[in-house]
């Protein structure tokens, strides 16, 4: 599934998630982004590797869009649809955007924000909402130039809250 050409001949499409070449994809894109200092700077871990495809598959409000320049995978974008209470309508949360460092400043990231866009105006949904850290700079020029900003609820803003959970065995 096209989504359309970006600058550059960059092409973005919907991931396959049972296509092989789009599960390597999905894995080696997120692999690099976690092994970049401003994922973490290390890989995925092999169990996560393992079972990353499949639990996206089975999670019932996945998006991924993957960006390509011809046959090559170059970025990600990975989404979870969620709902808005304060506007009952449906809302898209890109839970992670990323490009290859050899890629970055050519206009991928903007392309992958513009088809998650189109995707979500065709659910109905109300907004786009996505976390960045404060530090990583690039990536929040990027969301400023396409338009994201500072949720904010009665003149405070928001932030993001995370408790971990030990795996259930």
């Known amino acids: 599934m096209t989504s359309g050409e970006a600058p550059g001949g960059i ?3 919907a991931a396959d998630l049972e296509d092989p070449v789009h599960a390597r994809a999905i894995v080696d894109l997120l ?3 976690a092994s970049d200092p401003i994922g973490g700077g290390r890989p995925l871990a092999p169990e996560v590797q393992a079972r990353l495809v499949s639990g996206l598959r089975e999670h019932p409000t996945t998006l991924v869009l993957l960006a390509f320049d011809g046959e090559r995978p170059i970025g ?10 304060f506007q009952a309508r449906p809302l898209l949360n890109v839970h992670d955007l990323a490009v290859l460092p050899g890629w970055r400043g050519r206009g991928v990231g903007q392309a992958l924000l513009a088809a998650v866009e189109e995707r979500a105006r065709a659910r109905g949904c109300g907004k786009l909402t996505l976390e960045v850290q ?4 690039r990536a929040r020029r990027v969301y ?3 338009g994201f900003v500072d949720f904010t609820v009665a003149g405070s803003a ?9 795996p259930v065995d």
């Open 76 to 85: 990600i974008a990975v989404c979870f649809l969620g709902f808005s209470t």
């Open 31 to 33: 692999d690099a982004y």
């Open 144 to 146: 400023d130039r396409f």
């Open 11 to 13: 092409e973005v499409r």
């Open 134 to 137: 404060d530090e990583n700079t």
């Open 158 to 166: 928001t932030r993001f809250l995370t408790k971990p959970l030990a």
